[in-house]
């Protein structure tokens, strides 16, 4: 199984209201069978104490493994790049990895 992280930097402002109402159920549909699991992380704090997070939001999609998330995204992938104007202005930082436990 992989996941793909999609990390949102803290800073510019994020509508989570339109993010959890409109976009994620977008991605639940246009993913398809091919996303296999989905959990959303709001960041509160960083390491130290009083510290802000560094990511404001965390987002993390299960796949098979890469190539169906590939073909997945191949196909709907500008869509969904093309609505994160609607959420933040924030550049999402994307790692994709190899769950091991």
């Known amino acids: 199984m992989i996941k793909v992280t999609v990390l949102?930097?803290?800073?510019?402002a994020f509508?989570?209201?339109y993010y959890l109402n409109r976009h994620t159920?977008?991605?639940r549909?246009?993913?398809?069978?091919?996303?296999?699991?989905?959990?959303i992380e709001q960041g509160v704090a960083?390491?130290?104490?009083?510290?802000?997070?560094?990511?404001q939001v965390l987002c993390h999609l299960g796949f098979?493994?890469?190539e169906a998330?590939?073909?997945a995204f191949a196909q709907h992938?500008?869509?969904v790049m093309a609505d994160i104007p609607n959420y933040t202005a924030a550049r999402p930082v994307i790692q994709i990895g190899e769950v091991m436990a």
Do not use: H, R, W
């Open 15 to 17: 509508d989570m209201d």
């Open 77 to 79: 992938g500008a869509e």
């Open 29 to 39: 549909e246009k993913l398809g069978t091919a996303l296999t699991s989905l959990a």
């Open 64 to 66: 098979a493994n890469v």
């Open 8 to 12: 949102y930097p803290a800073g510019p």
């Open 46 to 55: 960083g390491i130290a104490p009083q510290g802000a997070p560094t990511y």
């Open 25 to 27: 159920p977008m991605l």
């Open 69 to 71: 998330f590939q073909a």
